[in-house]
């Protein structure tokens, strides 16, 4: 399924949540959609889901707006930080509720996974610990088989080894039956490397939308004397810079074609470093592939 | 193969550096089949398209052999082209810096040929 945004703004009251913000995912892919809090994220994934509409601007899926209409709803499934389920609700009757509205709905899966979790499907949503609650939300998403699947911190509560599994499944389930997936989170050095294309949304704008692999190649710092660091980065994009004493860092994107010819020490910047440069206030530094 | 991998270089190229080293060092027979994609996505927690990407540049260099539905292959010219690249890489990597460190610590040539000696005995005893 083709998801296309169009010039989509958001506004509550005078906030601006979403700014024009346009881009294509085009691929059954595993994207990562990052930034700080209050950047907008979580307001895009809701209009994706068709759980609100924007204020101007469009998502189209397969050229169709997504809100209320249960032709493209069936296909998309978006698990939230919490509340995604019924606190009156039993377990079971959650997941057969799910197993309705998604025609993709993998019963086997959500089976394997309920046991992996040890959760009790007769017990009330209400009653679950909020790792027990991530866990089902966790199951629902792997088990819709939705052909959108989105993760918005999935994960409150869970422990490390809880959520190995999930990325363990979640890869597992995606080599066998790709589908797009998007995933939000803050813990990203533990996901980094599941994502083949990021986005970095900055208060309401989009900043970033590159493959991974590029933006680790493309991405690095330089150490040295003050005045090496200065003429080595005069035609780089450069997003931070540290000083101590007469020794320089700068943070950079580009080539580093020349870089051997220096003392310069060069070294890579992982995405979630990246993410916060790009991120930091009164940046205005952005990155566009496309 | 590696343990863990590093997110502050490409992926693809330390799948493919890492799979170079296993055919490299014999962990990896010539003859014998590398991880798969999915195989390698597992272990590393990874996105398959990136460790297929390893794979494929493995591929295009005839380092290894794809065989349809069976897997890929370490073909014989592969290692032999693997150890001349690393050979190469050698010399860039190790024998001009240390040329380098040594001019800056004002070592002669002389000097460095005695330390390499001394230091061939060593790693002989």
Same mark, same amino acid.
């Given at each position: 399924?083709?998801?296309?945004?169009?010039?989509?703004?958001? @506004?509550? @009251?005078?906030?601006?949540?979403?700014?024009?913000?346009?881009?294509?995912?085009?691929?059954?892919?595993?994207?990562?959609?990052?930034?700080?809090?209050?950047?907008?994220?979580t307001?895009f994934?809701?209009?994706?889901?068709?759980?609100?509409?924007?204020?101007?601007?469009? +998502?189209?899926v397969?050229?169709?707006?997504?809100?209320?209409? @249960?032709?493209?709803s069936?296909?998309?499934?978006?698990?939230? #930080?919490?509340?995604?389920?019924?606190q009156?609700?039993k377990?079971?009757?959650?997941?057969?509720?799910?197993?309705?509205?998604?025609?993709? /709905?993998?019963?086997?899966?959500?089976? #394997?996974?309920?046991?992996?979790?040890?959760l009790?499907?007769?017990?009330? +949503?209400?009653?679950?610990?909020?790792?027990?609650?991530?866990?089902?939300?966790?199951?629902?998403?792997?088990?819709?088989?939705?052909?959108?699947?989105?993760?918005?911190?999935?994960?409150?509560?869970?422990?490390?080894?809880?959520?190995? !599994?999930?990325? !363990? $499944?979640?890869? #597992?389930?995606?080599?066998? @039956?790709?589908?797009?997936i998007?995933?939000?989170?803050?813990?990203?050095?533990?996901?980094?490397?599941?994502f083949?294309?990021?986005?970095?949304?900055?208060e309401?704008?989009?900043?970033?939308? #590159?493959?991974?692999?590029?933006?680790?190649?493309?991405?690095?710092s330089? $150490?040295?004397?003050?005045?090496?660091?200065?003429?080595?980065?005069?035609?780089?994009?450069?997003?931070?810079?540290?000083?101590?004493?007469?020794?320089?860092t700068?943070?950079?994107?580009?080539?580093?074609?020349?870089?051997?010819?220096?003392?310069?020490?060069?070294?890579?910047?992982?995405?979630?470093?990246?993410?916060?440069?790009l991120?930091?206030?009164?940046?205005?530094?952005? /990155?566009?592939? !496309? | 193969m590696?343990?863990?991998l590093?997110?502050?270089?490409?992926?693809y190229?330390?799948?493919?550096? &890492?799979? *170079?080293? &296993?055919?490299?060092?014999? &962990?990896?027979?010539?003859?014998?089949?590398?991880?798969?994609?999915?195989?390698?996505?597992?272990?590393?927690?990874?996105?398959?398209?990136?460790?297929?990407?390893?794979?494929?540049?493995?591929?295009? *260099?005839?380092?290894? %052999?794809?065989?349809?539905?069976?897997?890929?292959?370490?073909? *014989?010219?592969?290692? *032999?082209? %693997?150890?001349?690249?690393?050979k190469?890489?050698?010399?860039?990597?190790f024998?001009?810096?240390?040329?380098?460190?040594?001019?800056?610590?004002?070592? &002669?040539?002389?000097?460095?040929?005695?330390?390499?000696?001394?230091?061939?005995?060593r790693?002989?005893?």
């Amino acid at each position: 399924m083709e998801i296309k945004v169009n010039k989509l703004s958001k @506004r509550y @009251r005078k906030k601006h949540a979403l700014n024009e913000v346009s881009f294509e995912l085009t691929e059954p892919k595993i994207y990562g959609l990052l930034g700080r809090n209050g950047a907008g994220k979580t307001t895009f994934m809701d209009i994706l889901a068709g759980y609100q509409l924007p204020t101007s601007g469009d +998502v189209l899926v397969n050229n169709k707006n997504p809100f209320d209409n @249960r032709e493209i709803s069936q296909h998309i499934c978006l698990i939230k #930080e919490g509340s995604n389920f019924n606190q009156n609700l039993k377990v079971k009757h959650i997941l057969n509720s799910y197993s309705l509205f998604y025609p993709n /709905w993998d019963q086997a899966l959500a089976n #394997e996974l309920i046991k992996e979790y040890n959760l009790s499907l007769n017990a009330k +949503v209400k009653t679950l610990s909020k790792g027990m609650e991530s866990a089902l939300g966790v199951i629902v998403g792997l088990s819709s088989l939705a052909t959108i699947t989105i993760f918005d911190e999935p994960y409150i509560g869970l422990d490390a080894a809880a959520r190995k !599994n999930f990325y !363990n $499944t979640l890869l #597992e389930q995606y080599e066998t @039956r790709p589908r797009t997936i998007i995933f939000s989170t803050h813990l990203i050095d533990e996901v980094s490397l599941l994502f083949e294309e990021v986005l970095i949304l900055r208060e309401g704008d989009l900043i970033m939308h #590159e493959k991974a692999e590029i933006m680790r190649q493309g991405a690095f710092s330089v $150490t040295g004397s003050k005045a090496e660091v200065e003429q080595f980065i005069q035609d780089k994009q450069v997003m931070k810079i540290k000083e101590l004493a007469n020794m320089m860092t700068a943070f950079v994107f580009g080539s580093q074609e020349g870089v051997e010819d220096t003392d310069l020490n060069v070294e890579g910047v992982p995405i979630q470093e990246l993410m916060i440069y790009l991120t930091e206030k009164g940046g205005e530094v952005s /990155w566009m592939a !496309n | 193969m590696k343990g863990k991998l590093d997110d502050r270089r490409p992926i693809y190229l330390q799948i493919k550096e &890492s799979i *170079e080293d &296993s055919i490299i060092n014999g &962990s990896i027979k010539v003859g014998e089949r590398i991880p798969s994609t999915n195989e390698l996505a597992k272990f590393y927690n990874i996105n398959p398209a990136t460790a297929r990407q390893g794979i494929n540049e493995l591929a295009q *260099e005839e380092i290894i %052999l794809k065989q349809r539905g069976v897997g890929m292959f370490v073909t *014989e010219v592969g290692k *032999e082209k %693997l150890i001349g690249h690393r050979k190469q890489q050698f010399y860039e990597n190790f024998v001009i810096p240390l040329k380098n460190e040594a001019s800056k610590l004002q070592i &002669s040539n002389e000097q460095l040929y005695d330390m390499l000696k001394k230091g061939e005995v060593r790693y002989g005893d």
